[in-house]
């Protein structure tokens, strides 16, 4: 498992904390990576790329993403949530299984033999697990100005299969250091205020 975070962000103490409090901080590795103050997007399109790209290289046969906003649900099956998620990504090798994220469509059917996961398109990359396979397919993609997840979206939504309820959201975060991370666009700033605002929990709970 690899969590994402970039050089000098006040979320690496935080997220380590968290992992540590669920008891998957001495099985994750955290891939620190330079800020791309141009473009980042960019960066964080690359990060998650990179990070995939280690978990090929430690031949993982389930490569498991964390970003570093990332809060879990106190809930007493994550571990065995988890080890669920990594079971189906080992049969169903061209499927991503996401922990936590926002639905984008109504949930399709259970996945067989895993009751708790169901087939739907999902956006926010802050909790995911893929095969070997898929890893080599994001590996590929071209970056043409659109966050990460949009384009996982686009080419393989059809595959996308996530945990509901979620177990996985993300830790809001309000400083303009912080919300300018990815992009510095006005509309992403003023997409970020309004989720912080309501909570993330329950936005991402509301879509499912």
């Known amino acids: 498992m690899y969590c994402i ?4 962000s006040s979320r690496a103490p935080v997220v380590k904390s968290e992992l540590a409090r669920v008891g998957l901080l001495e099985t994750t590795t955290v891939l620190t990576f330079e800020r791309n103050v141009e ?7 690359t990060s998650h790329q990179e990070a995939l790209k280690r978990g090929l290289d430690d031949k993982a046969d389930a490569i ?12 007493g099956d994550l ?7 990594k079971a189906i990504v080992r049969s169903r090798p061209d ?8 639905l984008m469509a109504p949930t399709g059917g259970r996945v067989e033999g895993y009751p708790h996961f169901r087939y739907v398109p999902w956006a926010c990359t802050h909790a ?11 590996g590929a993609l071209r970056y043409e100005n659109e966050h ?3 384009v996982i979206k686009t080419h393989y939504g059809h595959a996308m299969i996530a945990c509901v309820p979620s177990v996985a959201f993300q830790r809001p975060y309000y400083s303009a250091a912080e919300l300018t991370l990815t992009e ?5 700033r003023a997409l970020i205020v309004g989720r912080n605002m309501i909570s993330p929990t329950v936005v991402q709970l509301a879509f499912e």
């Open 5 to 8: 975070t970039v050089r000098g």
């Open 64 to 75: 498991t993403i964390f970003e570093d906003d990332v809060i879990f649900r106190n809930r």
């Open 79 to 85: 571990h065995a949530l988890l080890t669920q998620a």
């Open 39 to 45: 473009d980042g997007k960019h960066g964080c399109f």
């Open 148 to 150: 990460i997840d949009a």
């Open 128 to 138: 995911y697990v893929v095969s070997p396979v898929m890893a080599r397919k994001i």
């Open 184 to 188: 510095a666009t006005y509309y992403y």
């Open 95 to 102: 499927s991503l299984v996401a922990l936590g994220g926002l």
